[in-house]
């Protein structure tokens, strides 16, 4: 079964720390995103790669960098936490440029304090 | 400038009944759209989806139907199951390149 997965269900973290969330998917897709969903707002695009230490700004980039080293693996960087990025994060993988339906993982939800 | 809306936030529907979930989309551009499913706990999965060279798209208890003229896509799941109780996200995507525009969400509540 193929899989999107996200290294924390949940964390903690304090205001100023530098987070990492982890996303690791086993399709061999080249496109990789992460979102955010808060609610009444949706699913709201942070970054997205199209290939291995390839990236593009999403609609909410401030705040946030990403890292792709390997093909399988696309991480968010929280360079120094804030309480307004207490949110869900989402972390999704598609097969190619061609608007296939994305797979997503189960999510992190992250509390800043 | 782009943007997939839905008309209700929240539909309450009888178990049994069928559902029918809108969304509204403003790029005349979009020429792929999915719907999503996602429960409590999830992320969000595919459900079903239409390209814009077609009008209905019918899977297992579901159909989606796309009106160009109006720039509408709604969703019906037959006969309504308590499983069906999720959150349901439109999505649309242009095709110049993979980025996804989803709409906020509608929640479907199955009364007893």
């Known amino acids: 079964d193929v899989k999107v997965t996200q290294s924390s269900r949940y964390l903690v973290k304090r205001t100023g720390e530098k987070v990492f969330l982890e996303c690791v998917q086993d399709?061999?897709?080249?496109?990789m995103f992460w979102y955010r969903q808060d609610p009444g707002l949706g699913l709201r695009l942070i970054y997205f790669?199209?290939?291995?230490?390839?990236?593009e700004k999403g609609d909410i980039p401030e705040g946030y960098s990403v890292s792709r080293e390997k093909k399988e693996r696309f991480s968010l960087i929280l360079e120094s936490a804030s309480t307004n990025q207490t949110s869900m994060y989402l972390c999704?993988?598609?097969?190619?440029?061609?608007?296939?339906?994305?797979?997503f993982g189960s999510g992190t939800r992250l509390t800043v304090v | 400038g782009e943007s997939v809306g839905l008309h209700l936030p929240t539909l309450s529907v009888q178990e049994g009944d069928n559902s029918i979930i809108n969304c509204a989309y403003s790029?005349?551009?979009?020429?792929?759209f999915i719907w999503y499913k996602q429960e409590s706990g999830k992320g969000p999965q595919f459900i079903i989806d239409?390209?814009?060279?077609?009008d209905k798209r019918q899977g297992q208890r579901v159909t989606v139907l796309l009106n160009k003229t109006v720039k509408h896509l709604s969703l019906q799941i037959a006969a309504t199951q308590p499983g069906d109780s999720a959150v349901y996200f439109c999505?649309?995507?242009?095709?110049?390149?993979?980025?996804?525009?989803f709409g906020k969400g509608t929640r479907l509540h199955i009364l007893p």
């Open positions: 999704a993988s598609s097969l190619a440029r061609e608007g296939w339906g994305y797979t």
């Open positions: 399709m061999d897709h080249e496109n």
């Open positions: 790669s199209y290939d291995v230490k390839m990236k």
């Open positions: 790029n005349s551009a979009s020429d792929y």
């Open positions: 239409i390209r814009s060279n077609m």
């Open positions: 999505a649309e995507n242009i095709g110049r390149d993979d980025k996804i525009i």
